[in-house]
């Protein structure tokens, strides 16, 4: 298949890259062209580390008699900054040790992480919903392609991308999951990207893993690939040239001429 040519005049720099990107789907709407942009949603648009305390303080609640460790580690509980990709590594932090008791937690954890009802729970990063929104509005269509799983996390998916005021299930929006929650996330979205490929010109995307963000930009070599700087599996290899960082979605400060 024919690579689309790269498009111009996206700065390396992480704010004004993203300024920049709304300014390009202007101008293809302008031009009455389809264009797309691709949005992650954990560790992207979103930080689930809140969703993860809920959960924890809430097996520790409930089972209090039976997790001591767990119960006794609320009442040190700094700040997320303890919360960890690996929940084995966040329960270490918490000075969780007890095999037994680290194995019964994982098991109520993944029960609840990996479901509809506690999604509601996580948080936006800053910036993010007004940047989709500002994205939206310019004209490009919203794809959140996510690996979570149409079986046990679309609906609640659904349900916080409204809550927080993201554009979903109107014309302009779009949104992935995996059909089955264990097929491996690279795959999904290496398979799925060549899909998008057909739809449009993808003039962005945004990722929080960098296997994925390469695979992304190998597909999409005319979009700009953002890279938001918070968790990711370890042992992931390292990002490739051309990838923006960023840490969340804030705008730089207005200059004249620009929108409000």
Same mark, same amino acid.
């Given at each position: ?6 498009? %111009? ?12 990107v ?25 930080? *689930? ?7 924890? %303080? ?18 040190? @509980?700094?700040?997320? $900054?303890?919360?960890?990709y690996?929940?084995?590594? #966040? ?19 993944? %029960? %609840?992480? @990996? ?24 004209g ?5 392609? #996510?690996?979570r ?15 927080? =005021? ?8 779009? #949104?992935?999951?995996?059909?089955? @929650? ?18 449009g ?10 296997? *994925? ?5 190998? &597909?999409?070599?005319?979009?700009? $690939? ?8 370890? =042992?992931?290899?390292?990002? *490739?040239? =051309? ?10 400060a207005? &200059?004249p001429?620009?929108?409000?």
């Amino acid at each position: 298949m024919k690579k689309r040519p790269v498009s %111009r005049g996206v700065p390396p720099g992480g704010p004004a890259a993203l300024d920049k990107v709304i300014d390009l789907v202007e101008a293809r709407t302008a031009q009455r062209r389809s264009t797309l942009a691709i949005f992650d949603l954990d560790g992207t648009l979103f930080d *689930n580390r809140t969703r993860t305390m809920f959960i924890l %303080r809430e097996i520790s609640e409930k089972f209090d008699a039976r997790l001591p460790q767990l119960s006794r580690a609320f009442s040190s @509980f700094r700040d997320l $900054s303890e919360v960890d990709y690996s929940l084995d590594v #966040t329960l270490r932090r918490l000075k969780v040790v007890s095999p037994v008791e680290t194995k019964f937690i994982k098991q109520e954890w993944s %029960r %609840r992480f @990996f479901s509809d009802e506690y999604q509601k729970y996580d948080m936006p990063l800053a910036g993010a919903k007004s940047y989709v929104e500002k994205i939206h509005a310019a004209g490009a269509t919203v794809i959140y392609l #996510t690996g979570r799983d149409v079986g046990r996390m679309l609906v609640g998916m659904t349900e916080v991308l409204r809550l927080y =005021g993201f554009p979903v299930g109107v014309a302009g929006t779009m #949104t992935i999951v995996k059909k089955e @929650f264990e097929q491996d996330d690279e795959i999904f979205k290496k398979e799925v990207s060549e899909y998008i490929d057909r739809l449009g010109e993808v003039v962005a995307v945004f990722e929080n893993e960098p296997a *994925n963000s390469n695979i992304l930009q190998a &597909r999409f070599p005319g979009a700009a $690939s953002f890279f938001v700087e918070t968790q990711h599996r370890p =042992g992931a290899p390292k990002l *490739n040239p =051309g990838i923006v960082r960023i840490k969340d979605f804030r705008l730089p400060a207005l &200059r004249p001429g620009k929108r409000p």
